[in-house]
T-cell receptor, first 114, second 114 residues
Framework: NAGVMQNPRHLVRRRGQEARLRCSPM?????VYWYRQLPEEGLKFMVY????????ESGMPKERFSAEFPKEGPSILRIQQVVRGDSAAYFC????????????FGPGTRLTVT | KQEVTQIPAALSVPEGENLVLNCSFT??????LQWFRQDPGKGLTSLLL?????REQTSGRLNASLDKSSGRSTLYIAASQPGDSATYLC?????????????FGKGTKLSVKP
C-alpha cells in the first residue's frame, strides 16, 4: 500500500503566478488534510476535506488560497497570485474513515516564490 | 486557544545517552497526542500516538508518556544513536470542532554525535 503521494516535490514560481499542489491519499483513505510549514515555524493546519466536501477551512488564508478533493483524482491546493511569503513546505495527510484521528503524512511540496 | 510548546528547541548528545524531549499544551481537552519525526527536507513519520485515556506508549527504544491534567508529554529515547538525529514534533488533537486539526509544536532538533 503506497503512502501519501504529493507532487511536485519542489515547485518554483515567480510572484504573481499560480501554484497547484497535488495530494493523492493512501488507498482507502477518504479524508485529506493540508498543513503549511513556514521557515523556522511549526506546521499549521490549513484545511480538512472529504470527497467533494470541505469540512474545516479555519486555517486557510481568506484570499488566494483554495482547496478541493474531487470524487475522482487527487486533492488540489491552489494558490493564486503567489507572493514571497507563500514560500513554505506544504504537507498533505490522509486518514481512513474508521480512524479519522490518525493522520498519515506525505513527503511535502516545497514551494519557492522568486 | 490550544498552544503546544516544545523544550528544548535543540539538543546535542553523545551516542549512547538516554534523553528526554518535552512537550506541553495549554488546553487539557485533547483527543490524542502524537509524536513525529521529521528528517531534513522530508515528510513526517509518526512515532507514537497516545489516546487521551492512556498514560504511555512504547515502541522499541522510544517511550512516550502523557499527563493530561498537567498538560505535559515526554518522549524518552533510550541508548541514542546517530540515526536518531532529526527534528521531533509533538502534536495534539483537540476535542470538539472538526477533529481534523492537529496542533503542532515547533519541534526539538536532536543531534546525536558518534
Amino acid at each position: 500500500n503506497a503512502g501519501v503521494m504529493q507532487n511536485p516535490r519542489h515547485l518554483v514560481r515567480r510572484r504573481g503566478q499560480e501554484a497547484r499542489l497535488r495530494c493523492s491519499p493512501m488507498k482507502g483513505h477518504s479524508h485529506v488534510y493540508w498543513y503549511r510549514q513556514l521557515p523556522e515555524e511549526g506546521l499549521k493546519f490549513m484545511v480538512y476535506l472529504q470527497k467533494e466536501n470541505i469540512i474545516d477551512e479555519s486555517g486557510m488564508p481568506k484570499e488566494r488560497f483554495s482547496a478541493e478533493f474531487p470524487k475522482e483524482g487527487p486533492s488540489i491546493l491552489r494558490i493564486q497570485q503567489v507572493v514571497r511569503g507563500d514560500s513554505a513546505a506544504y504537507f498533505c495527510a490522509s486518514s481512513p474513515p474508521s480512524q479519522i484521528h490518525e493522520q498519515y503524512f506525505g513527503p511535502g511540496t516545497r514551494l519557492t516564490v522568486t | 486557544k490550544q498552544e503546544v510548546t516544545q523544550i528544548p528547541a535543540a539538543l546535542s548528545v553523545p551516542e549512547g545517552e538516554n534523553l528526554v524531549l518535552n512537550c506541553s499544551f495549554t488546553d487539557s481537552a485533547i483527543y490524542n497526542l502524537q509524536w513525529f519525526r521529521q528528517d531534513p527536507g522530508k515528510g513526517l513519520t509518526s512515532l507514537l500516538l497516545i489516546q487521551s485515556s492512556q498514560r504511555e506508549q512504547t515502541s522499541g527504544r522510544l517511550n512516550a508518556s502523557l499527563d493530561k491534567s498537567s498538560g505535559r508529554s515526554t518522549l524518552y529515547i533510550a541508548a541514542s544513536q546517530p540515526g536518531d538525529s532529526a527534528t521531533y514534533l509533538c502534536a495534539v488533537m483537540n476535542y470538539g470542532g472538526s477533529q481534523g486539526n492537529l496542533i503542532f509544536g515547533k519541534g526539538t532538533k536532536l543531534s546525536v554525535k558518534p
